[in-house]
């Protein structure tokens, strides 16, 4: 049994009032909805771009190790191709042509030529020797201070202002960096006086540059 | 399957008494009610029957609900018994639930008690069959005057407090007492009699529908107050009056003669009483007298059920205490009776 004597005017003044609630609520509860969407998306947005950001760091950290790994690599194909063309330079014969030649216009007809012979080492170096963390000296090329070519003459010639002569004119072929008489001395050939001498002839060629690198390094 | 049952709280039912306004709210688990929360607020002394109700007293409404601890503010005001007018109507045949019935009864009740129409609210409901009612639609009104309402419910709305129904009281109470009565109640008329502090008020009904309604305002705890103190010497009779009445009463051991006023008021409510289980009694002869209870402020005064259950060789109940015994305090039983009677009208 239901009665409510509540006057019509308060029904009206109270449904008014609970509709207006229900639109306030609706309105609320609307703008916290689409504040609490808002911040999803945001919160969405954020991981997404984080997520790329990893990803970007992880492929910049990958690249730095590409080019790190390459950067090996490089040393490692220009060593290689140093080793090549040290090994293409020591067993390439020099041009034994041109130096028999510069010899035998240094004798110019004053004597003989008894013996000639050749031999290549690795330059000497002048550096001090390098460290590791360790203290220990560190292994180097051989090579890669340069070549060196060492030539040793040894002949006859009539006089021993002759042997001056040849010397001399070793000297200025321009083929050698340092020509030093060794030995020189009195004997006898074919019944007359004739000295004898032995002369070294230096000289030191350019450490063979890499890839690239200037051409005519080898002597 | 008692866990299954659903605790439903009720709204909080207002009273606005003469004397006092009563709060009352209480939770339903099935057919068992508990008291939530309660609270009365006394009304400064006055001689008008129905005092103001202005925006001071809403406020304090508003801030006792507040602090004593009751759940919300949606309220259910208890209509005056005095604003209202409750009419016994003999209509067309048709029906109560006909629309051309209810109009008639409205204009009825509009020509009955005089006022308006437009000008007050209504409700009705059909009476059961007359041992001699022919055809006719017997119904019972009641109206409440938008006049009487507003007084009421424009400092109650003004002070934000929410108003969702105004009911009647002396149906909110009969439906109280049907609960109180339980099933075996609805083969039987029960009959309350709620001694306010203006007048006394005969509610009998069967089951939740009220069957008649009467005021005696010549009986009240106001004029036992008044004789009381007249009786009393010294200059403080009115409180001597207040504590007799709270605590002596009708006690065994209590002070007769000073109880004679009591004494008389029972008298002329037995008086009434007989006349009215006569009529009722000859209007509805297939219902049998049922149980008596006993509410309202002068349900307090000591001894009074016992001496009306005495002289009536009945057992007369607090209607408060029987349908809730956790309810110990008969003046709450209205204020109770109202909550309890819209929340079970939305349910």
Known sequence: MSMNLLPPRHRLRRDRARAARRWILAGVSETVLLIAAAVALHAFASIDDRSVHARILSLQTQLSDIDARKTDRAAVISRVQSQLQLRDAVNAPPDYSRLLAAVADALADQGMLTSLKSDITPAPTKAAPLLDANGKPVKLDPYAAGVRLQVQLSGLVRSHDAITQVVDRLQHTGLFDEVRLIKSGRDGFLGADAFTFQITCTTTGAPVAPVGGPEGATP | MKWLSRTRTTAIGLDVGARSIKLAQASITGQHVRLLASATIPRPPHDAAAPSFDHATAHLIRQVIRRRAFYGNLLVLGAPMHALRIESLELPPGGAASVAVQKIAGIELARISRMRP??????????????????????????????????????????????????????????????????????????????????????????????????????????????????????????????????????????????????????????????????????????????????????????????????????????????????????????????????????
């Open chain 2, 118 to 347: 437009n000008s007050f609210e209504h409700a009705m409901w059909e009476l059961p069959a007359l041992a001699r009612g022919g055809a006719a639609t017997h119904v019972m009104g009641v109206a409440l005057a938008h006049q009487d309402a507003d007084a009421l419910l424009d400092p109650l709305l003004d002070a934000d407090l929410d108003v969702a129904a105004v009911c009647p009281l002396p149906n909110a109470i009969n439906a109280f007492a049907a609960r109180a009565a339980g099933p075996e109640g609805d083969e039987v008329v029960h009959t309350v009699i709620d001694i306010g502090w203006s007048a006394t008020r005969l509610i009998i009904g069967q089951g939740p529908k009220l069957l008649y309604f009467r005021t005696l305002s010549d009986v009240g705890v106001r004029r036992l107050h008044a004789e009381i103190s007249a009786n009393c010497s010294g200059d403080a009779h009115a409180d001597v009056a207040e504590h007799f009445l709270q605590t002596v009463g009708l006690a065994p051991d209590g002070h007769r003669a000073a109880a004679r006023p009591i004494e008389a008021a029972l008298d002329a409510i037995l008086q009434e009483l007989k006349l009215t289980h006569a009529y009722v009694g000859h209007r509805y002869q297939q219902f049998a007298l049922g149980g008596l209870f006993i509410t309202g402020g002068g349900a307090a005064i000591p001894g009074i059920a016992e001496a009306l259950g005495e002289r009536l060789g009945q057992d007369v109940p607090a209607l408060s205490h029987r349908a809730s015994p956790a309810v110990s305090q008969p003046h709450l039983t209205a204020a109770l009776a109202a909550a309890l009677f819209c929340t079970e009208a939305w349910s």
